[in-house]
């Protein structure tokens, strides 16, 4: 037997906003929200093959890049479709040296945490 990630949780100045941004993105919902933080997921509900994102509230300063990044794939669009959307809901392009030719875009949410749009299109879980 073994473990399967059912939530990642990131520390966040403003939970509930970021939790807005990562709903767009995912196109998930609030499933529980209290004074400390935010936890979203899938429409379906906590028990999917889908981990869920709970975003608690922390003022402490962001030092440098995290350790662990999130990686996303359009569903239903192509790559540069789904860059404009993710731009439109708050997302910005970070240059962390690239070329140009990697088939990826490095992006940061509205806090800076890093993620990236990865090329191939995936089929909705």
Known sequence: MA?????????SRDPEAL?????EVLDFVVHAQADEGVGIGPREGADGPQ???????????????????????????????ELER???AGAERVDIGQTGEEPRYVLAD????????LRPQVDPV
Do not use: M, Y
């Open 3 to 11: 473990c399967r990630i059912t939530g990642l949780v990131l520390k």
């Open 19 to 23: 939790a807005r941004f990562w709903c």
């Open 51 to 81: 981990a869920e994102l709970v975003f608690l509230r922390s003022d402490e300063p962001k030092n440098g890049r995290l350790p662990l990044h999130i990686d996303v794939n359009a569903t239903d669009r192509d790559q540069d479709a």
């Open 86 to 88: 993710l731009l439109a």
């Open 110 to 117: 509205p806090e800076g945490n890093e993620f990236c749009l």
